[in-house]
């Protein structure tokens, strides 16, 4: 086992605890805006009725109103056309107690979600998913990050603080995780391998890996065998299986074989998923200090 001293064999990361931290420290940081006069406002976005998707918002909502947030809700038919959704973003863009917006994917297959995405006002973009917020993360200049790779970082963080020098491995290349993510490994002075569903002999490269981060969206594919011993591994993966039986969520890794291997591992559900939303808040904090001109220190990436 190379570079994983701490990490105990099995240890489950606990995302709803951590998040549970994260959310404390952020209603700190929002009542203290309130003194300044300052309620930071998220607007989120839906458009149809995608049955996963309505559960994220949902939890979206729910815990921006409990950290003290405004929320401003938008649920669209699904029949909305690309230029009708233009509209609502230029209006939100312009709404002055609108910290940020999140318009949640995928979208309808005759929406071009990046142009929606690119005419987000980038000091609203909370998700991280304007190219600039993007191209600021490729060249390592200081900007929002996507906040699942963000949630991802603060769990790894969270069991390993020194994570330089390690081999880490993302399968999944989506703009929204596996390409984030491994930006940011790669700013924390990790060897990357971004690795994909095509990609040749994928269990000798995740066996090499000390870090595994799982965002391919395919249940239970990194299996036991393919986890070096100690290594970190964090899944991504929501996969809704055994629907006859009444459905059951599963990550993209092999739970029961790799906690046996691996140093610490994400549970699904309860690992990634809170921690992200909590990412979220966070997100919103940040873009509402930055526009109101206010500084707070806030959890970040780095440790
Ligand atoms: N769909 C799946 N994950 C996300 C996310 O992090 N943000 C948005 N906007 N949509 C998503």
Redesign the pocket.
């Known amino acids: 086992m190379s570079g994983l001293g701490t990490a105990n064999r099995g240890t489950r990361i606990n995302g709803e605890a951590a998040a549970a931290q994260l959310r404390s420290q952020l209603k700190e940081a929002v009542a203290d805006l309130e003194h300044r006069g300052v309620t930071p406002g998220l607007a989120v976005i839906i458009v149809g009725e995608d049955p996963a ?1 309505s559960v ?1 918002v949902r939890n979206k909502i729910r815990r921006s109103v409990e950290v003290g947030f405004r929320s401003f809700h938008h649920e669209l038919p699904v029949s909305t056309s690309e230029g009708d959704l233009l509209s609502l973003i230029l209006r939100l863009n312009d709404a002055p107690d609108v910290d940020g917006i ?5 979208l309808p297959s005759h929406i071009d979600s990046q142009r929606i995405l690119a005419a987000v006002d980038p000091a609203k973009d909370v ?1 991280g ?1 304007h190219p600039l917020s993007a191209g600021k993360l490729m060249s390592g200049s200081p900007g929002v990050v ?3 790779p963000l949630a991802c970082m603060l769990l790894i963080r969270g069991v390993k603080k020194e994570i330089g020098g390690l081999n880490a491995v993302v399968i999944g290349r989506s703009n ?1 995780v596996g390409k984030p993510m491994a930006h940011l490994l790669l700013r924390s002075d990790c060897t990357v391998t971004m690795a994909h569903s095509k990609t040749n002999s994928l269990p000798s490269v995740c066996r090499a890996a000390d870090i595994v981060v799982a965002a391919v969206g395919h249940p239970e594919m990194v299996r036991g065998d393919w986890i070096k011993p100690g290594a970190i591994v964090i899944d991504v993966g929501i996969n809704r299986v055994d629907r006859e039986g009444g459905g059951r969520l599963v990550g993209d890794v092999a739970f029961h074989e790799a906690e046996n291997v691996a140093g610490a591992i994400t549970p699904v559900p309860g690992g990634v998923g809170p921690m ?1 939303i909590a990412c979220l808040l966070r997100n919103t904090i940040q873009s509402a200090c930055a526009r109101r001109g206010v500084f707070l220190p806030f959890p970040s990436e780095d440790p």
């Not at 999140?102 to 995928?106: D, E, I, K, R, W």
């Open positions: 998707s994220y999140l318009v949640q994917l995928p998700d998913f996507p906040c699942t929204i992200t």
